[in-house]
């Protein structure tokens, strides 16, 4: 669902090829794979190469990974301080 999604967003293409190569790629060299960073990757170098890409989407995608780890830490750290402060 999530990559049919994705697939629609960023370019009109097969992106079942890109997805298969990335996730054979990293398996054999052991690495772990996020299915929406590999669909992403996959259907981004397809749209480059075929110059089909549609970059809204793709900058909405990538500026959601740069806000993710920031605001996690964040809630983390806030949940850590209030955490210390109720126990005694």
């Not at 996730?23 to 299915?35: N, Q, R, W, Y």
Request: with cysteine; glycine share 10%; aromatic share 8%.
């Amino acid at each position: 669902m999530i990559t049919g999604i994705i697939f629609l967003a960023v370019c009109f293409l097969a992106y079942s090829n890109g997805a298969n190569d990335n996730f054979t790629s990293a398996s054999l060299h052991g690495l772990p794979v996020s299915t929406t960073h590999v669909s992403v990757g996959s259907l981004l170098g397809m749209g480059l190469a075929t110059r089909q890409v549609k970059w809204k989407p793709v900058l909405g995608v990538l500026a959601s990974w740069i806000v993710t780890l920031p605001c996690a830490a964040l809630l983390a750290g806030l949940a850590y301080a209030l955490l210390r402060m109720s126990s005694p």
